[in-house]
């Protein structure tokens, strides 16, 4: 019986969640500390998994166009669920609340993401990062 590369057994794991966002400690059962962090950059690299900050991975799907790796949801709800994983409750910003309560017809444009406490993190993907907002 030959042993199952740990990179597959990661891609098993991620395949029986339900969620798109997953953390380094998701994975830590699976081996070492330096063995989990080759596996991820390895998937990483065969477009299977996006880092989008530190410790921090989502689902990818190959982009129609042109063969990019890119998220399988929204990037705003993305962020949101990462949020949510590290802890940190995602709000409505100030600009979406006035603009659903008809006090301007500027539309948000999902580019801020409000946040009940401080975040420290750098959550985001190719070259776009995340602002939050207190709210």
Do not use: C, H
């Amino acid at each position: 019986m030959r042993a199952v590369p740990l990179d597959r057994k990661i891609l098993n794991r991620i395949a029986g969640k339900k969620g798109d966002v997953f953390l380094r400690a998701d994975f830590e059962d699976l081996g070492g500390y330096d063995q989990i962090g080759r596996a991820l950059r390895k998937l990483v690299a065969a477009g299977e998994l996006l880092r989008i900050g530190q410790g921090l991975y989502a689902r990818a799907a190959r982009s129609p166009f042109d063969g990019k790796p890119i998220p399988v949801k929204g990037v705003t709800l993305l962020m949101q669920e990462a949020l949510r994983r590290v802890g940190v409750e995602a709000r409505p910003t100030r600009s979406e609340t006035d603009y659903n309560a008809g006090k301007t017809t500027q539309v948000p444009t999902g580019r801020v993401i409000g946040v009940n406490k401080r975040v420290r993190r750098k959550i985001g993907y190719d070259g776009w990062l995340a602002r939050f907002e207190r709210a």
